[in-house]
C-alpha cells in the first residue's frame, strides 16, 4: 500500500521512493509507526528511522536510494521518538514501548552496543552533548544522563509524565515539557554539558536545536 517512509524530490515534488516493508499492515499501525517519528541523516547521507512493525518495532537504516542497510528489531513498538547520530557513527534510539530497551546504542552497521533499562517507556529522541554523553527523558518524566559505554551519569525527576522530545541549546541547557500537578510546564535542566555536540551529524531531534532538519 501506501503507508511508509517516502522521499520527494525537493524541486519537482514528485516521489523518488517508498520504503513500507512491514509496517503491520493496517492503518491503525501507520499512525501509530510514524505518528511523530521523525527521520536522521547520518554524515554518509544514510536515513535512519525508528518503526512499529507487525510485532514489536524496530530502528531502520535506508540507503540514500531507499533500500533497507539493516533492520534491529526491538522488544516493544516505537511509535514516537528516533535516533541521534554521533560523531564515531554510534546511534542512539529510544526503546519506545519497552522500558528494558528504554535507550539503544547501535553501531554504524546496526549490531547492538548497549542498552539501558529506564523506569518508564522513552518515547522521545535522545539528544548527545559534547562530552558525547547521553540525555533521554522517559513517558515518567524521568531524566537520565548517559556516558557513552552505556552507564549511568545522572538521574533526575522533572515531573509526573512527559511526550515532550528533549532540546539543547549551544550552552548545554536542556529543555523538554513535562506534566507537573496536572499543568504541562517547560523545564531547564543542567548536567554541566558545555552545549550539544556540534561535531555530531545528527545530535538530537530535528538534527539541532531550531530543528530544522539540516546538518550543522
Keep these: 500500500g501506501n503507508v511508509g517512509i517516502y522521499a520527494v524530490d525537493g524541486q519537482s515534488g514528485t516521489q523518488k521512493w517508498l520504503y513500507n516493508t512491514d509496517f503491520g499492515g493496517a492503518a491503525d499501525a501507520f499512525t501509530g509507526a510514524l505518528r511523530s517519528a521523525t527521520p536522521s541523516v547520518g554524515a554518509d547521507g544514510t536515513l535512519y528511522m525508528v518503526i512499529d512493525k507487525g510485532a514489536g518495532g524496530a530502528v531502520v537504516?535506508?540507503?540514500p536510494a531507499g533500500t533497507a542497510k539493516w533492520v534491529f528489531d526491538t522488544k516493544g513498538a516505537i511509535p514516537d521518538g528516533g535516533v541521534a547520530v554521533a560523531a564515531d557513527g554510534t546511534l542512539?534510539?529510544?526503546g519506545g514501548m519497552d522500558a528494558s530497551q528504554g535507550v539503544i546504542a547501535l553501531n554504524a552497521d546496526g549490531t547492538l552496543k548497549w542498552e539501558f533499562q529506564t523506569v518508564g517507556n522513552v518515547q522521545t529522541c535522545p539528544v548527545i552533548d559534547d562530552r558525547g554523553y547521553i540525555h533521554a527523558v522517559d513517558a515518567m518524566a524521568?531524566?537520565?544522563?548517559?556516558?557513552p559505554d552505556g552507564t549511568l551519569f545522572g538521574q533526575t525527576k522533572l515531573g509526573s509524565s512527559c511526550t515532550s522530545a528533549?532540546?539543547?541549546d549551544a550552552a548545554g541547557m536542556l529543555y523538554t515539557v513535562v506534566n507537573r500537578d496536572g499543568v504541562n510546564a517547560v523545564v531547564c535542566?543542567?548536567?554541566?554539558?558545555?552545549?550539544?555536540?556540534?561535531?555530531?551529524?545528527?545530535p538530537m531531534r530535528g538534527g539541532n536545536p531550531c530543528r530544522t532538519g539540516l546538518q550543522h
Excluded: C, D, E, H
Design 61 to 63: 537504516a535506508l540507503s
Design 92 to 94: 542512539y534510539a529510544n
Design 142 to 147: 524521568n531524566y537520565y544522563v548517559i556516558r
Design 166 to 168: 528533549p532540546v539543547m
Design 189 to 202: 535542566a543542567s548536567s554541566k554539558a558545555g552545549g550539544f555536540a556540534t561535531s555530531a551529524p545528527w
